[in-house]
Nanobody
Framework: VQLQASGGGLVQAGGSLRLSCAAS????????MGWFRQAPGKERDFVAS????????YYADSVKGRFTISRVRAEKMVYLQTDSLKPEDTAVYYC????????????????WGQGTLVTVSS
């Protein structure tokens, strides 16, 4: 599968962005789609994930209540609605796919998109 992330940009603190991830190829119900982010000089961190089949969602504590992950199966699209953005949310955001049922670990996600930059100004 190929993943194409988009929707990043520059936003003021408190603002919102909707990130999109377009997938090509087959995605099965057992797969998990996730969003990760990587700030300059830091490791890539889990943000949110969703089970492709049943739609169960999972979030990092740092974004719970502010971010919402969703998917449209028929369109093979995954979204990350980011609200109440903070400067510490600044990072490159990546969408990814896990085929082993993994939910949060970077190593479980084997297919990655190219990333989209989110910059939150104070």
């Amino acid at each position: 599968v190929q993943l194409q992330a988009s929707g990043g940009g520059l936003v003021q603190a408190g603002g919102s962005l909707r990130l999109s991830c377009a997938a090509s190829g087959s995605i099965f119900s057992s797969h998990v789609m996730g969003w990760f982010r990587q700030a300059p000089g830091k490791e890539r961190d889990f943000v949110a994930s969703i089970r492709w089949g049943v739609g169960n969602t999972y979030y990092a504590d740092s974004v719970k209540g502010r971010f919402t992950i969703s998917r449209v199966r028929a369109e093979k699209m995954v979204y990350l609605q980011t609200d109440s953005l903070k400067p510490e949310d600044t990072a490159v955001y990546y969408c990814a796919r896990a085929r082993n049922g993994g939910l949060r670990l970077v190593d479980d996600f084997v297919d990655w998109g190219q990333g989209t930059l989110v910059t939150v100004s104070s």
